[in-house]
């Protein structure tokens, strides 16, 4: 088993920490080249949406990453990553690989509250410890979206089908529940 990570800008280091911990392979996308290369899931970290948009178009990666997401690969997308999954983007005119159909707001939080932590219910898996940073919120979702956590009515993990939404950074935490259980969608 062997996890592709998009690793063109932002936090995809910190996903490679919690892969080694777990002893998952992986290897970096970022060439057109490595979306040819043999992977069995996705994770697109966390950074600045826009700028990672961008380049998986420049670096014409785009085409490669939306088809294997349409045809089922598993891919976990945590805040940017969130945003590069999401159909609409109620603050933004860009959108991006527009595989899951939910709307999100970006930088939700204002700027008083850009960071914080917090531990959460979320799905089946009990208390989960969640960082966010300058983070996106889910707005809307279609009805067969999975919601998987919600904190003062704001939706901030939701599931659809092989595509995992998190609104926070699971890498950052030492908890690695959220992991395993991407892992098991494989
Ligand atoms: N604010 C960033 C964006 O809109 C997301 C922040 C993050 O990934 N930590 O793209």
């Not at 002893?23 to 057109?32: H, N, P, S, V």
């Not at 970290?45 to 294997?68: H, Y």
């Not at 704001?154 to 690695?176: G, M, Y």
């Amino acid at each position: 088993m062997k996890v592709g990570i998009l690793a063109v800008q932002g936090a995809f280091a910190e996903h490679e920490q919690m892969l080694n911990k777990l002893g998952i392979d992986f290897i970096e996308l970022r060439q057109k080249s490595d979306t040819l290369k043999a992977y069995d899931a996705l994770i697109l970290p966390g950074g600045e949406s826009t700028v990672q948009g961008k380049l998986i178009k420049d670096l014409d990666m785009f085409d490669n990453l939306k088809a294997q997401i349409s045809n089922g690969m598993p891919v976990m997308g945590t805040c940017a990553g969130l945003i590069l999954l999401a159909d609409k983007i109620s603050n933004d005119d860009r959108t991006h690989l527009q595989t899951m159909p939910i709307t999100v707001k970006r930088n939700s939080y204002g700027r008083q509250l850009g960071s914080f932590h917090v531990e959460h219910e979320y799905g089946s898996l009990g208390k989960i410890p969640m960082t966010f940073i300058r983070a996106p919120h889910i707005e809307a979702c279609a009805k067969d979206v999975e919601i998987l956590a919600k904190i003062d009515e704001r939706i901030v993990a939701a599931r659809f089908k092989n595509q995992l939404a998190l609104s926070f950074h699971p890498e950052l935490d030492n908890d690695t529940r959220i992991f395993e259980d991407f892992i098991k969608l494989i």
